[in-house]
């Protein structure tokens, strides 16, 4: 067995690396062929000087040439040896690509091989770092969907069952258009900006009872790519009892003209989302290496063992809804059923317990039969239903269907397995079965998004045509999506839900929080989510809770403090630093001279989380962000301040309000983009308003433009502002009185026309006022911007006369809170030579 790769490398260091490594992947096992790369993998990312010596012993070729065998383990590790010396200099960027790496590297960024889209991602977005014909050469293989959709690394997951469809064979325009109508409607469905092109439909035809008769129909196995930060189980529990996507899909189909009997509507009879059922088996005497050096002999392995398992099950399971998997130096098979349209994957997982004892010896007579078979004749005496089927790869194989389950009678194409077999085969251990949530799946990790992120950001870096591209195909939403970290609670709802009943149980729930890392305050949080007292938690019961409490964190509150500390708990796992980064720096590049760019950006939404990125504490983070801010502000900075007419709802004035001032709270630059926008006469107008909202953000809009500049207080203070800011000194929502304060505070302290302004709008009066009411936690700064006026000569009687020293006395003699009390008496020591005088 291999050792740790780090372990191995430091001893073939000792030994002579540059000999031992090479001489493995020219010669070696598969196992010895993964332990090089590995080694080379580990060299490569620990020193420039190592890399240097790789490349210039040749092993780069080798590397390449190991990307296009069956070997997965060593595939991973090889691309992750080509990404490490890729990032090193231009010089190993050139000698990878004239290896031909490119091609194999798009197509492994598809691969369902766990780590290894990771890999082939990061070795692309290193070899388009800092050349132009690497970039153009990798666009032009076609890499941009794939990364595209390694970033939209979620599915969601449905089979439709559709009555009265010609089942469109032999006929590809009515196929396209079948699947054109499905995906349009599932796009529309699903929203968060998926587009049909995210849809990929599987068709298999059926033969429905219609009353007394039956008719062609559709068993249709759909799979949507969602962005990463969908909660899947919540869009895949709105798919499966939409009305809406019933009534879509009917009417899409009957236009396209594909009702088999004109007559009658074409109707979807059911929509499911149904269980995976998970068991293993091991197989002896059987070379499972030879697997991984033969591409077309894996194919037939994993079709002989999907055929044979679906016919064991009978009409339970399709050949395509089994997927095999094994892997290298192991005999163990790993087998995942998804079960068709109306059948219950409990039926499927209590019928596979019953065939256990069977279902070994179906499987090994199936992998040992021959390689071609005639077609069966058909039997005499009853009718039979003969339906050529594809398997995954491609591969064609007969059913017949009679009243009890289906018999496999041969696969004309299928290749023998006769070499691979090395004596008496048998297939032992069954597993026992067990259900598995199918709510959704990744095609990656978190890392894989991040390097596909980062190669889309040097892909499109100064070409605008790579950029056209990025939008065309849907990138522009996916990085979006990027930008905002998510806890995914329908998701964890679908782990923590072991038996797949839509409900989690006390012990359910303990377990999947220990798997998380949370041992703490059980009974209470149980207490919370089982609001019903029903000793189940449903998948409502849990997202709606948790996201209550998320929601008020928010807001600065908590509904409850252990859930409050769960939710934070259940944040942190998602540290999305890098993912951050490489997104926003990929959008920031995305739009840089590129105004249909600038406009798909903003459409998506990518202001505001890239805003809420400026308080990151990843310095990376925030360069990233500004600079896309950079590139989007003044635009979409011109969209708010229409939404600011008068003409507009207050919902919508409020909202641009929002906005304006979130960016103006950004830093210096963003403020004059604001003010630049002509943004400050339509929020001093706003503030005209009798919504108490619409007072509250406007005010703290131009408040935050006037922070720390002299030219912007001018401006808003000529365009009128402080007369509306006075008035809110006194007002009873406290939001507004509170930031009445602030901005009455900024032009107090600002030039002599601003403090004025507030003199004549009554501002000495109405700070009086606030002194003698009973918001205490404002007295405080009352006092002190009454002081400042008092400072000036113009106004001190004024100040005075207003019964300044009466509410002092007050505020110190019967005052709550002794901090306030002492200010109260210092403010009175302060104005007593004045009073004097």
Not at 224 to 235: F, I, L, M, N, Q
Not at 345 to 357: A, H, I, W
Not at 738 to 748: F, N, P, W
Request: charged letters at 20%; hydrophobic letters at 45%; proline letters at 4%.
């Amino acid at each position: 067995a291999a050792a740790r790769p780090r372990g191995r490398a430091r001893a073939a260091m000792a030994a002579g690396w540059s000999e031992a490594p090479l001489e493995q992947l020219q010669t070696g096992s598969p196992e010895g062929k993964k332990w090089a790369a590995s080694v080379i993998r580990s060299l490569a990312a620990s020193s420039i000087q190592h890399t240097d010596a790789i490349v210039a012993s040749g092993a780069v070729p080798l590397l390449v040439d190991l990307l296009s065998t069956g070997i997965d383990d060593a595939i991973t590790e090889a691309a992750g040896a080509l990404r490490a010396i890729a990032a090193h200099s231009a010089k190993h960027q050139d000698r990878i690509v004239k290896a031909g790496a490119v091609p194999r590297l798009i197509e492994l960024l598809i691969s369902d091989v766990h780590g290894l889209p990771d890999q082939a991602a990061g070795a692309l977005m290193n070899l388009a770092a800092s050349n132009a014909m690497h970039r153009r050469r990798i666009v032009v293989g076609g890499a941009i969907p794939p990364l595209i959709k390694v970033i939209r690394s979620k599915v969601v997951m449905a089979t439709l069952v559709i009555d009265n469809v010609d089942p469109c064979k032999n006929n590809k325009k009515k196929a396209d258009g079948f699947e054109e109508v499905i995906q349009t409607c599932l796009a529309r469905e699903v929203g968060h900006g998926v587009s049909p092109s995210d849809v990929l439909v599987g068709m298999a035809p059926q033969m429905l009872a219609h009353q007394a008769v039956s008719t062609p129909g559709m068993l249709t196995h759909c799979t949507v790519y969602v962005g990463s930060t969908v909660d899947t189980a919540t869009v895949q529990n709105r798919v499966r009892s939409s009305v809406n996507l019933v009534e879509a899909i009917g009417r899409g189909l009957t236009a396209a003209k594909l009702a088999y009997n004109p007559l009658r509507s074409v109707k979807v009879t059911s929509i499911t989302t149904p269980a995976t059922v998970a068991f293993s088996m091991r197989v002896t005497n059987f070379d499972f290496n030879k697997l991984f050096v033969d591409d077309t002999l894996r194919a037939s392995f994993r079709a002989r063992v999907q055929i044979a398992v679906a016919l064991e099950l009978g009409t339970l399971i399709l050949p395509e809804g089994v997927s095999v998997k094994v892997a290298l130096a192991s005999d163990v098979v790993q087998c995942l059923l998804t079960p068709p349209a109306k059948v219950d994957s409990g039926q499927v997982l209590v019928f596979l317990e019953k065939s256990r004892t069977t279902l070994g010896a179906a499987v090994a007579a199936a992998l040992a039969a021959p390689g071609t078979a005639p077609e069966p004749e058909e039997p005499k005496g009853r009718s039979v239903s003969k339906t050529r089927k594809t398997t995954a790869k491609g591969m064609p194989f007969f059913l017949e269907r009679s009243n009890s389950k289906a018999h496999w009678m041969g696969n004309p194409e299928d290749l023998s397995l006769e070499e691979a077999i090395l004596g008496d085969l048998q297939v032992l251990d069954v597993s026992e079965p067990s259900l598995r949530e199918v709510c959704y799946f990744r095609t990656g990790t978190r890392l894989a998004q991040t390097f596909a992120a980062g190669a889309l950001k040097n892909l499109v870096f100064d070409d605008p045509m790579h950029q056209e591209t990025v939008v065309n195909e849907g990138g522009v939403s996916a990085l979006v999506e990027l930008l905002s970290g998510k806890v995914p609670f329908g998701d964890l709802f679908s782990k923590m839900d072991q038996d797949s009943s839509g409900g989690i149980e006390d012990a359910e729930l303990r377990a999947g929080l220990a798997r998380l890392g949370w041992y703490e305050h059980l009974d209470e949080i149980w207490y919370e989510l089982d609001k019903d007292k029903s000793g189940d938690v449903t998948f409502a019961e849990f997202v709606d809770r948790l996201n209550a409490e998320m929601q008020a964190q928010h807001e600065g509150r908590y509904l409850s403090l252990v859930v409050s500390q769960l939710v934070t708990f259940l944040s942190n796992l998602f540290d999305n630093s890098l993912v951050y980064e490489q997104a926003a720096g990929a959008l920031r590049n995305l739009c840089v001279q590129n105004a249909d760019a600038v406009d798909e950006v903003i459409e998506a939404g990518a202001v505001p989380a890239l805003m809420d990125l400026m308080q990151s504490t990843a310095i990376e983070v925030k360069e990233q962000a500004n600079g896309a801010l950079r590139q989007l502000a003044q635009q979409w900075c011109c969209q708010q301040v229409a939404r600011l007419g008068s003409d507009q709802l207050d919902s919508e004035r409020v909202a641009a309000a929002k906005m304006l001032r979130q960016l103006a709270a950004v830093n210096a630059e963003h403020r004059k983009t604001v003010v630049e926008s002509g943004a400050v006469e339509p929020l001093v107008a706003l503030m005209q308003s009798a919504s108490p909202a619409c007072l509250e953000h406007a005010m703290a809009a131009l408040t935050n433009i006037m922070f720390k500049s002299t030219e912007h207080e001018k401006i808003v203070v000529q365009a009128g502002a402080v007369p509306s800011m006075v008035r809110g000194l006194l007002s009873k929502v406290k939001a507004v009185q509170v930031g009445a304060m602030r901005a009455t505070k900024m032009c107090i302290q600002g030039d002599p026309i601003s403090q004025r302004k507030v003199v004549d709008a009554g501002g000495i009066d109405l700070l009086v006022a606030v002194l003698k009411s009973d918001t205490e936690s404002l007295h405080q700064k009352a006092i002190g911007m009454l002081l400042t006026l008092a400072n000036a000569q113009e106004y001190r009687k004024q100040v005075l006369k207003a019964g300044l020293q009466q509410a002092l006395l007050e505020i110190s003699t019967a005052g709550e809170d002794e901090a306030i009390r002492r200010c109260a008496e210092d403010a009175m020591e302060i104005l007593e030579p004045t009073q004097q005088q």
